[in-house]
């Protein structure tokens, strides 16, 4: 059985990084052109590193090139190295300094967290090292068999390849094109009373819980590169909150429920056209944490000029 499965890898290892390479290429589509995720500086490098490889692969199996792992390897290799960096940067303290990417959204900010632990950059990172490690078992096997054992003829499984991920991440792009119930505006309550109180006025008045200083800190560490250093918004990422007539208007527990769940691109109340992240991007802050970013953003202290962390 061993012998058997060690052949089959020797025969179809390049095929499986194929697959591996196509499925990463169009998944990172989907993510930012149907999910609407904007890709960070460290997303694009790993792009620029991945879409390569859809090609390149494609070609190497249709020439039956032995030197194909020679031009696979170093791609692929770079890209695990810089997947793994961006994960890290996500899931731990180790790079906090370079969290603040000045392209897209910030590299810590997190879209997806499956499980607790699969983020893009951990999908990405699989797809390289499935890449990566098929072909050195392809290189492993030696010449011979990398370019005689080959299925004949060889763009057959290199087109079937190609056409089944794309034909599934049409089916995929389609459905999730459908209208889908968004989330509604925080401009009403749940009973769909408006916020307001009987003189007129806005309800919402902060419960003064949070700790405003460091929630200064980590508005400048999650939120200031989409939303500005001092709340005045950042061009084509997120909306202005220094006098935000939307955070005047609602109580700390409903602009605390409205982080939490994220807002839809398609939501009504979306000013930016841009998927607001479910916690900012950060599901490991606590409520408590989340209150101090509330907090900080009903303080003075996000009215002083020059401010930085």
């Not at 392209?103 to 699969?118: H, L, T």
């Not at 084509?236 to 769940?261: N, P, Q, W, Y």
């Not at 839809?264 to 970013?293: H, K």
Request: contains cysteine; negative net charge.
């Amino acid at each position: 059985m061993a012998e058997r499965l060690s052949e089959w890898l020797d025969r179809n290892s390049l095929y499986i990084a194929l697959l591996a390479a196509w499925i990463a290429m169009l998944g990172s589509l989907y993510f930012s052109e149907v999910a609407h995720y904007t890709p960070c500086l460290l997303c694009w490098y790993q792009r620029i590193l991945m879409y390569p490889l859809t090609v390149i692969l494609a070609v190497g199996l249709l020439r039956s090139s032995a030197d194909l792992p020679y031009f696979v390897l170093p791609l692929s290799g770079l890209g695990a190295c810089v997947s793994t960096y961006h994960y890290l940067v996500q899931k731990t303290n180790l790079f906090s300094g370079a969290t603040t990417c000045q392209v897209g959204a910030p590299c810590s900010m997190i879209w997806i967290n499956w499980f607790g632990f699969v983020t893009i950059p951990f999908l990405a990172l699989v797809a390289f090292v499935t890449i990566t490690i098929m072909t050195i078992i392809a290189l492993q096997a030696g010449e011979p068999a990398f370019a005689e054992s080959r299925p004949t003829p060889t763009w057959r499984p290199v087109v079937a390849i190609v056409l089944v991920v794309m034909v599934a991440f049409t089916i995929l792009w389609q459905l999730n094109r459908k209208p889908v119930q968004a989330q509604a505006p925080f401009n009403t309550l749940e009973t769909g009373a408006p916020m307001l109180q009987t003189d007129g006025t806005p309800v919402g008045v902060a419960d003064s819980s949070g700790d405003a200083s460091e929630g200064q800190r980590l508005y400048h560490e999650v939120c200031a590169v989409c939303h500005g250093q001092q709340g005045e918004g950042a061009a084509g990422l997120g909306t202005a909150l220094r006098d935000s007539a939307f955070v005047a208007e609602h109580s700390d527990a409903e602009l605390l429920a409205m982080i939490r769940a994220g807002r839809a691109a398609n939501d009504p109340a979306n000013q930016s056209g841009l998927v607001m992240p479910a916690s900012g991007g950060r599901p490991d802050l606590s409520d408590t944490e989340l209150l101090a970013v509330i907090a900080y953003l009903r303080s003075p202290a996000l009215y002083q000029s020059g401010e930085t962390q």
